[in-house]
């Protein structure tokens, strides 16, 4: 039996991987997961504020010692505030290639196509197998179409493409009024992988104080059906690799997510709950899934969910809508 897969063009051992978490700020504990037998790992991400930070003292164009941009700016952490520079972060991926075997992967997140872009090709120089750009913005400007922003994404990753040899993965939110046509045009500017879904951390409101309050809470398994729904319609129908970040909590969990389509399942709130060892876990719940019901591949069990040989996807959910609404009894 073989659990192998390829993920941005990396051949990896099985699909479980280690996302975006603060395991990746330190490097004993990126040879822990690498120890555990995480088949790669991706880094924590280089901020976009804190690029423009420490290259012009400036963020989002306003000067934070300003007093008029001061209040506006006050959320955002300082420089101290963050686990690694710019600089550092560089220098951590070039340890982090030197330190490990796995497949490291970087992280930049921001939202404009601008100057901090740059610290791509710095990322690549420093060693990464390859880039996962996650563009994370909740747009409150009531003047900004969706399409302003769907143009916004593609343009970036043309760029990527046009300025990196390394894969580029792109970290997508599913708040899209048609997420297909985006990842086919992400396919089209030459993404080689589609991660799904960006968590938003909605803030709660502080009744004593009457401000708003930042929280992380870990994920649940609740969370894993919309990434399943869009592997699921994904799989076969564009090129990219696809990974599932978000709601993989069990073993079952990663058993899913692969029947749905995907080649990788990123894993960080299981792992911050259970501890590294945890992937082993999940790798050995899939074998023994493959060994009761005789497959011998991962290839086998790849999409056996998806919608690729539906005629009309749309018309498939759309039953299934309607007959999870009419399923309903007391």
């Not at 390829?6 to 699909?15: D, K, V």
């Not at 970040?245 to 995907?262: C, E, M, R, S």
Request: contains cysteine; charged residues 20%.
């Amino acid at each position: 039996m073989t659990t192998t897969t390829s993920y941005l063009g990396l051949r990896l051992p099985h699909p479980f991987i280690a996302g975006a978490s603060p395991f990746g700020y330190h490097l004993d504990s990126i040879k822990r997961l690498e120890d555990a037998g995480c088949a790669a790992v991706v880094l924590h991400s280089l901020f976009e504020e804190q690029i423009t930070l420490a290259a012009s003292g400036r963020i989002r164009h306003r000067d934070p010692l300003d007093e008029e941009f001061a209040a506006a700016l006050a959320a955002f952490p300082g420089t101290s505030d963050y686990a690694l520079g710019p600089q550092e972060y560089a220098a951590h991926v070039s340890q982090a290639k030197a330190a490990v075997k796995i497949p490291v992967i970087g992280s930049l997140n921001g939202t404009s196509a601008e100057s901090w872009l740059a610290y791509s090709r710095i990322i690549e120089q420093a060693g990464a197998d390859a880039l996962e750009l996650n563009l994370y913005e909740v747009v409150t400007d009531l003047n900004v179409p969706g399409t302003a922003i769907e143009h916004q994404i593609v343009d970036i990753v043309k760029e990527l493409k046009r300025t990196l040899k390394i894969p580029i993965a792109v970290k997508l939110s599913p708040f899209f009024a048609a997420f297909g046509n985006v990842a086919h045009q992400l396919d089209l500017a030459g993404a080689d992988g589609l991660v799904m879904f960006n968590r938003f951390y909605q803030p709660d409101i502080d009744i004593k104080t009457m401000r708003s309050s930042p929280q992380v809470e870990l994920s649940t398994s609740a969370e894993l059906l919309l990434r399943l729904r869009w592997v699921a319609i994904l799989h076969g129908r564009v090129r990219p690799s696809l990974a599932v970040t978000g709601g993989v909590a069990t073993p079952n969990d990663g058993i899913k997510t692969v029947l749905a389509g995907a080649d990788a399942v990123q894993m960080v709130s299981a792992l911050l709950r259970h501890g590294p060892a945890y992937v082993s876990a999940m790798r050995l719940g899939l074998e023994h899934w493959m060994e009761w019901n005789k497959m011998t591949s991962l290839d086998e069990v790849r999409g056996r969910v998806s919608l690729k040989h539906t005629k009309d996807p749309a018309a498939f959910e759309r039953a299934n809508y309607i007959r999870a609404l009419q399923s309903w009894s007391h």
